[in-house]
Each structure stands twice: as C-alpha cells, then as structure tokens.
C-alpha cells in the first residue's frame, strides 16, 4: 500500500492543453517533492512545496500544496511535447517514499 | 548536476548467482537510497543508510541486502539473483531526511538495468 496515492496513472493530451495531476494521503506532510523522470533517466526535482495552501510556479508548471498538508496537485499550462514525462510525488521522512507517478504524454 | 555514478549500467545475469551494484557519490551526503523501478510501481524504496555503517530496510528488502564502508560509496548485493529481479535500479543520495529537515531533495543516478535470465 502506498502512503501517497497519484491520479490519474495516465494522462495523454494534445499540446496546447491544460493538464492536472494530483497527489493525495491521509497523512500529514511537513513537505512534499515534486520530480519528473524522462526514459532512460533518473528523476529529477522540480519543486518543493513546504507551508500549508502554498503555491509555487516554476514557468509553466504550477504546484499547490493542500491547507491541510495531506495533498498536492501540479498543473500544467498550455502543454508542450517536451513535458511528456512520469511525474512523481514523492515525501522524505527519514525513508524517501515515491507515489506510483502519472505517466504524461503531450502529443505533437 | 549532483556527482552520481551507478555501475554497471547494464548487467545481465542468470538465475542464482550472486549480483553487486555500486553507487559512487562525490556530494558527501549523509542519506543513500536504493530504488527499483517497474512498470506500474514508481519507485519502491529497497534499503537506504543515513551514515556509515548505518542501514534500514525499505518496502521491498527481501532478498537484497547493502552495505556502506565509506561515505562516498553505497553497495546493493542479490546474493542468488531470481527474474523477479529484472528491473531497472536507482540510486539516490540527499543531504538530510526527516520531518520538517532542510536538504531533503534527493539527486538520482543514470540507472541499473539488471536483467536475470
């Protein structure tokens, strides 16, 4: 069983689009990480997002961390080709812990 | 780019025999972690070590076990390799870990894929 769940497991969109993935638990966060893995390659880190309600941009990516601290959802605007990748929540308390990702494909 | 290196990058091995994988940091990072990766999992946490000498097990330990001698280096060892261990593994270092801990973000290496044939 996951602690972080991740929605949906795939996404394939045209480019130009809007796209949300989101990251949910039942437990409390003192901070989550956002990565994304392109194939072939480790994962990368995007963002961290640390108070409760906080919202970070990183270009065209915005990342939203729930009030609560149990959830976040990362969206991204007008997508391009180049954002094709799996995108991972992840949390670091003492164990480096993973959601299963969402797989994003932005067709050309 | 964090100084990461995973060797080797490819390995193919057969079924019972012994298999190391070598993580290699220049970073001097107190946490090391190892992941496998398979379709539909992400990435599950095999063992991971916050100092020398000092290791836990993960979510999927069975079978693997590691060691730490030195800062730099985290070893990952399948005593008898089985196919259920054909996947591609990573290692991942980061400066500290732990509620509230600044430093948490993890640097990854290139990879391992290990297949058991």
């Known amino acids: 069983t996951q602690l972080l769940e991740q929605s949906p497991q795939f996404l394939s969109i045209q480019e130009g689009e809007n796209l949300t993935v989101y990251c949910n638990s039942s437990s409390v966060f003192s901070s989550l990480q956002w990565y994304r893995q392109e194939p072939g390659e480790g994962p990368v880190l995007l963002v961290t997002v640390v108070t409760g309600g906080e919202v970070k941009k990183l270009k065209r990516l915005t990342f939203q961390f729930g009030d609560a601290r149990k959830d976040s959802s990362l969206h991204i605007t007008a997508a391009q080709p180049g954002d094709t990748g799996l995108y991972l929540c992840a949390f670091n308390d003492y164990k480096l812990s993973f959601g299963a990702g969402t797989t994003v494909t932005v067709r050309a | 780019d964090a100084g990461i290196t995973q060797s080797p990058r490819h390995k193919v091995t057969e079924t019972g025999t012994p298999v190391t994988l070598r993580c290699h940091q220049t970073e001097n990072h107190r946490y090391m972690y190892w992941y496998r990766q398979d379709p539909g999992h992400g990435l599950r946490l095999i063992h991971y070590s916050y100092g020398v000498k000092d290791t836990d097990k993960g979510e999927v330990s069975d079978g693997y076990s590691v060691s730490r001698s030195k800062t730099e280096d985290f070893l990952l060892t399948l005593e008898s390799a089985t196919s259920s261990q054909t996947s591609v593994y990573f290692c991942?270092?980061?400066?500290?870990?732990?509620?509230?801990?600044?430093?948490?973000?993890?640097?990854f290496g290139q990879g391992t894929r290990l297949t058991v044939v």
């Open positions: 991942a270092i980061s400066e500290s870990s732990g509620w509230g801990a600044r430093g948490t973000e993890a640097f």
